[in-house]
């Protein structure tokens, strides 16, 4: 058996089902294990490798912050945090930002920035969250309270209390929930791990439009469609409906643990000094990273790649749709795109791995397919072909 698999199995918390291979390097599209077999890497560690793995450039700017400093808290300013807060502002529209380390802090922030905001219109602690069955927001008890997936949660009640579940793409189902202690809505513009459903433009708008009605603080969850993954550099914007809270994620450091929530100035005011804080939030190794990042979509003009390459991947799929009586739909948006299977995704999952194909499924039958944003048609061809081999 493999060594590193061994002693995994043997010192980890036992909470995920591991595919039985080690990764030990990657080069552009490809990953290889520690016993040299190569695959193509269509999951990108879970659609955050827009560029792909050892990128020389991403890596030098990297190497060059490592050299002059890794951590400094949030007791002092720091040049890299700077540059990425001014560039994610201007990226999103939103006016302010704070790093977090991970996704769920994110959303835990973008929860709490909500609550207070109606706190300092209301004086009360009893404001009410909506959310959207089969969302995903994260781990964390916050942002597993405002995540659509009893199956997560059950085992780990009480969670944050006043939240409730409407449906997506459903306006009246959300409607029906609001009240006068809603205080936020949130969702996912493509809803990721509950299926890759993408949102419709009249639900995104409607639900906008019933937030300004009501003063009600509309927050997107971009930890996986942002980043260009869509088509768009985040999925709201080819929607045309701006959030008041946003999160980011994943692609944000490319690899680096690092999110992000931000916010208009209107309700970003609601925080004051001591409301919020982490030790490695605005950290000057994460925030270089993103730095580069935001630097790197535009050096690379991935988003009009994005756009060609995703047209491309959406044909050869639906092509696939309609060759293989086991795959009943195609659903997403951009490289962010989904396969809803009659059989088991782990089977095909483990045929791909075996002839050199890494993917990742969302539930027990759906295909994901969140490729590295920099994948070529060729690429794309390679995938397919091995695709068919093992349907
Ligand atoms: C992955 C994900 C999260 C959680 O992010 P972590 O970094 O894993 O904590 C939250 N929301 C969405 C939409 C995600 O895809």
């Known amino acids: 058996m493999n060594k590193c698999i061994e002693v995994?199995?043997?010192?980890?918390?036992?909470?995920?089902?591991?595919?039985?291979?080690?990764?030990e390097k990657g080069d552009g599209v490809y990953l290889f294990d520690n016993e040299g077999k190569k695959y193509l890497d269509f999951a990108a560690g879970i659609a955050v490798f827009a560029f792909g793995y050892n990128n020389k450039e991403y890596n030098e700017a990297l190497k060059e912050q490592i050299d002059k400093v890794i951590h400094t808290s949030n007791l002092y300013y720091n040049v890299p945090a700077a540059d990425a807060a001014e560039k994610f502002?201007?990226?999103?529209?939103?006016?302010?930002?704070?790093?977090?380390?991970?996704?769920?802090?994110?959303?835990?922030?973008?929860?709490k920035l909500a609550r207070k905001y109606a706190y300092n219109k209301t004086k009360t602690n009893d404001s009410e969250i909506i959310s959207m069955n089969h969302s995903f927001h994260g781990r964390?008890?916050?942002?597993?309270?405002?995540?659509?997936?009893?199956?997560?949660?059950?085992a780990f009640r009480p969670l944050i209390n006043g939240v409730v579940f409407a449906d997506f793409n459903d306006l009246e189902s959300v409607k029906a929930k609001v009240n006068e202690k809603t205080c936020a809505i949130i969702l996912e513009p493509v809803q990721g791990e509950g299926g890759l459903y993408p949102a419709t433009k009249e639900f995104l708008q409607g639900v906008r439009a019933l937030c300004d009605e009501k003063d009600i603080v509309l927050i997107f969850d971009e930890i996986q469609c942002g980043m260009g993954r869509t088509g768009s550099m985040f999925a709201y914007q080819d929607y045309g409906v701006k959030p008041d809270i946003m999160t980011s994620a994943k692609a944000l450091g490319c690899g680096v643990p690092v999110g992000a929530f931000a916010a208009t100035e209107r309700i970003a005011s609601a925080f004051e000094i001591g409301d919020?804080?982490?030790?490695?939030?605005?950290?000057?190794?994460?925030?270089?990273?993103?730095?580069?990042?935001?630097?790197m979509f535009e050096s690379y003009h991935l988003i009009d790649h994005v756009k060609e390459v995703s047209a491309y991947l959406e044909q050869q799929l639906d092509a696939l749709v309609g060759e293989f009586a086991c795959i009943k739909e195609r659903r997403g948006k951009g490289l962010m795109q989904g396969l809803e299977l009659t059989i088991p995704a782990k089977d095909i999952i483990l045929k791909a791995m075996d002839r050199g194909l890494l993917i990742i499924s969302a539930g027990s039958n759906i295909l994901r397919f969140v490729p590295p944003l920099v994948i070529t048609k060729e690429d794309v061809d390679a995938m397919i072909a091995i695709l068919k081999t093992c349907f």
């Open 8 to 23: 995994s199995d043997k010192n980890f918390m036992q909470v995920y089902s591991r595919y039985q291979i080690a990764i």
């Open 89 to 111: 502002n201007k990226a999103t529209g939103m006016d302010r930002v704070f790093f977090t380390n991970s996704g769920t802090e994110a959303i835990e922030g973008a929860i």
């Open 140 to 154: 964390s008890t916050g942002a597993l309270a405002v995540t659509g997936q009893p199956k997560y949660q059950e």
């Open 276 to 295: 919020h804080g982490t030790t490695y939030g605005f950290n000057p190794l994460a925030t270089a990273a993103v730095s580069k990042v935001f630097d």
